[in-house]
């Protein structure tokens, strides 16, 4: 079947900038610390990878000094690549906070 092309457009509502792999605050999932490695990022998005399988709909937390932002856990599937590591997709409880604009002023863009 050459010539032919299979296009999937991703339901994503902003587009997803790098990050330096550095979270800018302590992290935590469930209430508990969790050693996370934010990947990528959106205004209100949040890519992780963590050494630890977390359910769906888990609440997540990045403490900062100014502020504490809550996360719930959307997607989750193991890492492509990586074995032993997973990845999260995150969405910001709170549409009002720009999590992109917190990342970017404490250094976290690649």
Same mark, same amino acid.
């Given at each position: 079947?050459?010539? %032919? @092309?299979?296009?999937?457009?991703?339901?994503?509502?902003?587009?997803?900038?790098?990050?330096?792999?550095?979270?800018?605050?302590? /992290?935590?999932?469930?209430?508990?610390?969790?050693?996370?490695?934010?990947?990528?990022?959106?205004?209100?998005?949040?890519?992780?990878?963590?050494?630890?399988? %977390?359910?769906?709909?888990?609440?997540?937390?990045?403490?900062?000094?100014? *502020?504490?932002?809550? /996360?719930?856990?959307?997607?989750? @599937?193991?890492? /492509?690549?990586?074995?032993?590591?997973?990845? %999260?997709?995150?969405?910001?409880?709170? @549409?009002?906070? *720009?999590?992109?604009?917190? /990342?970017?002023?404490?250094?976290?863009?690649?």
């Amino acid at each position: 079947m050459a010539g %032919y @092309q299979l296009k999937i457009k991703e339901k994503r509502i902003s587009d997803r900038k790098k990050l330096t792999g550095l979270m800018p605050g302590r /992290f935590q999932i469930s209430d508990a610390d969790a050693s996370a490695r934010p990947i990528d990022i959106s205004a209100h998005g949040l890519g992780i990878l963590v050494a630890k399988e %977390y359910k769906v709909g888990s609440i997540a937390t990045l403490i900062l000094k100014e *502020n504490v932002i809550k /996360f719930e856990i959307m997607w989750s @599937q193991p890492d /492509f690549g990586k074995q032993d590591l997973w990845r %999260y997709g995150l969405v910001c409880k709170d @549409q009002n906070i *720009n999590i992109e604009g917190l /990342f970017e002023a404490n250094g976290c863009f690649k």
